[in-house]
């Protein structure tokens, strides 16, 4: 069981950037798989942003390929996504997930709201 709180959410202009952190706490030497996942208003379903698989594999959606970095600091226990060039359609709730693989029931935090406007 791992515990996971996302931090570093707010308010942004278009063409701007943002770096969101996820601090992770309890058994993380099983976590093998970690991702950003995000919500846009009105919409039900969550959409897989970025995803970092132990040791350093990673994966985008085609949408932020290119603006957004995903990356893992196993010494501070932490999971960053680093959002550059923001756009108004990456307006969403941010969520932070942990899995010890990728057939693994998800863990998720509390998420972090990214508003992105003029």
């Known amino acids: 069981q791992v515990r996971l709180v996302e931090s570093g959410g707010g308010l942004v202009q278009p063409g701007g950037s943002l770096r969101l952190s996820c601090a992770v706490s309890g058994s993380i030497a099983s976590v093998n798989v970690m991702a950003w996942h995000r919500q846009a208003p009105g919409k039900h379903q969550r959409e897989l942003v970025a995803?970092?698989?132990?040791?350093?594999?990673?994966n985008y959606a085609e949408s932020v390929k290119g603006r957004f970095i995903i990356s893992r600091d196993n010494a501070k226990n932490t999971v960053s996504l680093q959002m550059n060039n923001l756009e108004v359609e990456d307006t969403a709730v941010y969520y932070c997930s942990a899995r010890r693989t990728l057939y693994s029931a998800f863990s998720w935090g509390q998420g972090t709201q990214v508003t992105v406007s003029s």
């Open positions: 995803q970092i698989i132990s040791p350093g594999t990673t």
